[in-house]
T-cell receptor
Framework: DQQVKQNSPSLSVQEGRISILNCDYT??????FLWYKKYPAEGPTFLIS?????DKNEDGRFTVFLNKSAKHLSLHIVPSQPGDSAVYFC??????????FGPGTSLSVIP | DSGVTQTPKHLITATGQRVTLRCSPR?????VYWYQQSLDQGLQFLIQ???????AKGNILERFSAQQFPDLHSELNLSSLELGDSALYFC?????????????FGPGTRLTVL
């Protein structure tokens, strides 16, 4: 039973445009959400997070939106750059419980 | 560089064999996590240790075991290896135990079972 879903395995976006990566979850107990980025041959690196008490968190070009009623979150990257090409993992956790990762979305930013 | 080290980087072995993967967490981090990433799969949580004690368990097979030593490094032991165990194994560390702690990942160990 996949508690964190990323239904788009891949996404291609033109450089300079907006990239929107989506994530859905099923466990209503999740109260913290994170996005990690992974380049080939490297481990994932933390990108941005959001607590369930917020509906938006912004860090430079990256913004995460949380819609608790829909159990949906999205990561917006504006403007997209070729260096953003990577696999993006959505992750979620309930208080003091393990983090559950989604299957990832591979983003390609085309120059 | 995340500060988390994993050895070896690559491991090729045969079915039925036993291997040990090693992880050294970032300085100051007390939690260590192990994840498995198979082809086209996400990161599957295996197990977490905090300051030497098992903290949480995921879908870890009985053939797999792990431990965290007093110096906080961790080892993941995989035995009776099967072809399906071929995967990337990541170790991560964090300061605390809560799910809102940012995890720092090592570069991974690629295990190939022939």
């Amino acid at each position: 039973d996949q508690q964190v879903k990323q239904n788009s395995p891949s996404l291609s976006v033109q450089e300079g445009r907006i990239s929107i990566l989506n994530c859905d979850y099923t466990n209503s107990m999740f109260d913290y959400f994170l996005w990690y980025k992974k380049y080939p041959a490297e481990g994932p690196t933390f990108l941005i997070s959001i607590s369930s008490i917020k509906d938006k968190n912004e860090d430079g070009r990256f913004t995460v939106f949380l819609n608790k009623s829909a159990k949906h979150l999205s990561l917006h990257i504006v403007p997209s750059q070729p260096g953003d090409s990577a696999v993006y993992f959505c992750a979620a956790s309930a208080s003091y419980d393990k983090v559950i990762f989604g299957p990832g979305t591979s983003l390609s930013v085309i120059p | 560089d995340s500060g988390v080290t994993q050895t070896p980087k690559h491991l090729i072995t045969a079915t039925g064999q036993r291997v040990t993967l090693r992880c050294s967490p970032r300085s100051g981090d007390l939690s260590v996590y192990w994840y498995q990433q198979s082809l086209d799969q996400g990161l599957q949580f295996l197990i977490q240790y905090y300051n030497g004690e098992e903290r949480a368990k995921g879908n870890i097979l009985e053939r797999f075991s792990a431990q965290q030593f007093p110096d906080l490094h961790s080892e993941l032991n995989l035995s009776s290896l099967e072809l399906g165990d071929s995967a990337l194994y990541f170790c991560a560390s964090s300061v605390g135990i809560a799910g809102d702690n940012e995890q720092f990942f090592g570069p991974g160990t690629r295990l190939t079972v022939l």
